[in-house]
């Protein structure tokens, strides 16, 4: 059975970090190009960072130089280090693992605020 399971949400000042983990299972972890995405209340489901085997790394404008994705293969898990966090970053981010179909975690919250 294929899981993604997040992890590392929770409450942080504006300014601060959170690291997010995503351990993936049931799958070919290197086939798959991998990322998170988040949604806020109100809002539509938005790419936030995703990342292939090859290491191409895409970002979503709004995250650019405060975000960095990562993976680790044989750990089978991808990392979202959030940086310099705002109060809109406040979301719940979602795993997602992607080759000729996707797959979705349950999603973390993240909330930013004093």
């Known amino acids: 059975q294929v899981q993604l399971v997040e992890s590392g949400g929770g409450l942080v000042q504006p300014g601060g970090s959170l690291r997010l983990s995503c351990a993936a299972s049931?799958?070919?972890?290197?086939?798959?190009?991998m990322g998170w995405y988040r949604q806020a209340p109100g809002n539509q489901r938005e790419m936030v960072a995703t990342?292939?085997?090859?290491?191409?790394?895409e970002y979503a404008e709004s995250v650019k130089g405060r975000f960095t994705i990562s993976r680790d293969n044989a750990k089978k898990t991808v990392y979202l280090q959030m940086n310099s966090l705002k109060p809109e970053d406040t979301a719940v981010y979602y795993c997602?693992?992607?080759?000729?179909?996707?797959?979705w975690g349950q999603g973390t919250q993240v909330t930013v605020s004093s």
């Open positions: 990342i292939t085997n090859g290491d191409h790394q």
């Open positions: 049931g799958i070919i972890f290197s086939a798959y190009t």
């Open positions: 997602n693992g992607r080759n000729l179909r996707a797959f």
